[in-house]
């Protein structure tokens, strides 16, 4: 079972910053935050990730509480084509780094 | 660079006929992942290779599904025999070594299957 929790659906108009929330309460010190896309008639994408700290990269930035226990991913101004369904995931932490998916943030954004 | 190309792009068979997936990684990649979406399912992960062993095969759903990379390239599938239930899109992934939970996973655009 995926290890997140995200709400089913956002919605967001073009051209403004959108804050995609997940939740990882159970998280564990090793575990790091990844964070996929999959646009419609696509296989997922890579989006960002990270452990404790702060990231930017060019599609997004990610925000990590504190405590580690939530985590927000940012799109600082949303395109069309930023309307995806957002997954927040913990990497299975064996040798395998598998992807658990859960159901994700469906993301609509309006022009 | 060439992305993780699948083929077909779209299967259709009836039950009981048997199917074969192909998974090309990228170049260089020696993670490789199977994950299946069935309809109105989250995704699921199948089976992880290392070159050409099976490193984690957890998540195959029964012995009807056969998963091979030989030489440690590219992938297969196979489905024999086919069930309703197998329908849904099957996706493959690949990725490098790295250590920790870093790995960016890179997926293809998926094979749909349809059992008939």
Not at chain 1, 49 to 60: E, F, I, K
Not at chain 1, 96 to 101: D, G, Q, R, T, V
Request: glycine share 8%; charged share 20%; net charge neutral.
């Amino acid at each position: 079972d995926a290890k997140t929790t995200q709400p089913n659906s956002m919605e967001s108009n073009e051209e403004e910053p959108v804050h995609l929330p997940c939740n990882h309460s159970t998280i564990s010190g090793t575990d790091y935050i990844h964070w996929y896309r999959q646009l419609p008639s696509q296989g997922p994408e890579y989006v960002i990730h990270g452990l404790t700290s702060n990231v930017n990269n060019r599609m997004a930035s990610l925000a990590i509480a504190e405590d580690r226990k939530s985590s927000t991913l940012i799109l600082h101004r949303a395109t069309l084509r930023d309307a995806a369904v957002y997954y927040c995931i913990l990497p299975w932490m064996d040798s395998s780094y598998k992807l658990i998916f859960g159901s994700g943030t469906r993301l609509l954004v309006r022009p | 660079e060439a992305g993780v190309t699948q083929f077909p792009s779209h299967s259709v068979i009836e039950k009981g006929q048997t199917v074969t997936l192909r998974c090309d990684p990228i170049s260089g990649h020696d993670n490789l992942y199977w994950y299946r979406r069935v309809m109105g399912k989250e995704i699921k992960f199948l089976l992880h290779f290392v070159k050409e062993s099976k490193q984690d095969e957890s998540g195959m759903p029964n012995n009807r599904f056969l998963a091979e990379r030989t030489g440690g390239t590219y992938s297969t599938l196979k489905v024999q025999p086919a069930e309703l239930e197998d329908s849904g899109v099957y996706f493959c992934a690949s990725s490098q070594v790295t250590s920790g939970g870093t790995n960016e996973q890179f997926f293809g655009p998926g094979t749909r299957l349809t059992v008939l």
